[in-house]
């Protein structure tokens, strides 16, 4: 009985219940994120790697400068050492040339060892002037690139009426930077490239020239006034029969309007 009650039970909820009961269904609302959205998303990491490249930078820059120094510092050492060391050398010299003329009591012994010795010091001093191939190579380059600028510059100052003293590498463009061949040659390259792919303003329409109003034609024996031909009575008398029957009726015209003398 408590089965079937109970099954009773179960089966009068079953029919109460109208089918499944209804969930309500929630409708999640999805914007898509906009362009200035997904910007400002990155801009923290933009903002950090920019800060890095800053620092690796700076970093770079000090490290570069530091050898720069030390490679200065050192060759300042040495350069002062080199003096000093010279410096002595030419005081032994000096020392023992002092020396040896002292024991020479002949003064034609004297006055040779002075000539021989001051010959020696020619001969090495200009050893030591002569230029070196380095010196010589970079010396030719110098005159080539010199021409070269030269050569720009009066393109410049005839082509594009720019005022330049090519002789005496002067100039008020500034532009153009003269103090070596080096910086004259590749301003004027890189102003005659800036000058040649600037565009040209168009020119301006002519204005439509205006025709000289020409003079009335002038027909034998007559003239025109305002345009109508003037007759005398010597020519309509002098006119063929054939030329008078051509312009008859111009000719009465005339005479009523007086353009008959």
Known sequence: ????????VQGDSIEKTDGVPEVEKVVEVTTKPTAE??????????????????????????????????????????????????????????????????GLTDPQERAEAERRYNAKVAEKTNEMNKPTPEQIAEFNRMQVVAEEAKYKLRKLRDDYDIDIDVFNLKTSNKELDLSTPDT?????????????????????????????KKAPKVDEGGSRSSGKREYTVAEIDAMSIDEYTKVKKDIDLARKEGRIK
């Open 1 to 8: 009985m408590d089965t079937e009650k109970d099954g009773a």
């Open 37 to 102: 959205d997904e910007v400002k998303k990155w801009e923290p990491f933009t903002k950090l790697i920019s800060e890095r490249e800053k620092a690796a930078e700076e970093k770079a820059a000090k490290h570069f400068q530091s050898v720069k120094d030390k490679e200065v510092a050192t060759e300042k050492r040495a350069r002062l050492e080199a003096e000093r060391q010279s410096r002595l050398a030419q005081a032994h010299v000096e020392a023992q040339r002092e020396l040896l003329l002292a």
């Open 184 to 212: 004259a040659n590749d301003s004027a390259d890189a102003l005659i490239k800036k000058l040649r792919n600037k565009p040209v303003a168009e020119p301006k329409a002519e204005e439509a020239k205006k025709e000289p």
